[in-house]
């Protein structure tokens, strides 16, 4: 029960700025996309996933698993204050413990996915001005 308290502390402490960051990289991305940028990414095939799907998508399914965890959390460490008497209690406390540590890691490992994400798009972001300036150079020459 021990373990379970102090893992569903450690994750309503950490996850309320991993939230806040991963929201601040989706709103950067969203906010820098204009429609001259949209279309660049979108390339020939307008069909096909874009990169702009790709990174809007992997960005709220971490968003929604973040808040999904931080609301476990947050429910966990309200029974854990609870103290049922259970025959099963060991297992149940063996699975939570398990379950808060599964997700507790993997959104630690979502930030690397988050920043490579923002830096991907901020490399294209340069890419598709870069390409711009080129283009207009010609054109002006």
């Not at 994400?117 to 080129?134: A, D, T």
């Amino acid at each position: 029960m021990f373990f379970v308290i102090k893992i569903s502390d450690l994750i309503i402490t950490l996850f309320p700025p991993l939230l806040g960051f991963s929201l601040g990289g989706y709103a950067l991305i969203v906010g820098f996309t204009t429609p001259e940028f949209l279309e660049f990414i979108t390339g020939q095939n307008p069909t096909s996933v874009t990169i702009f799907q790709k990174v809007n998508g992997t960005f709220a399914v971490s968003i929604l698993f973040q808040a999904m965890i931080l609301l476990l959390g947050f429910i966990i460490s309200l029974l854990a204050s609870c103290e049922f008497d259970s025959l099963y209690a060991d297992y149940v406390n063996y699975f939570i413990t398990y379950l808060l540590l599964f997700v507790l890691i993997w959104g630690i490992f979502a930030i690397k996915d988050m920043i490579i994400n923002i830096f991907n798009f901020g490399q294209l972001r340069h890419y598709e001005q870069w390409k711009k300036m080129i283009q207009d150079k010609r054109n002006n020459s």
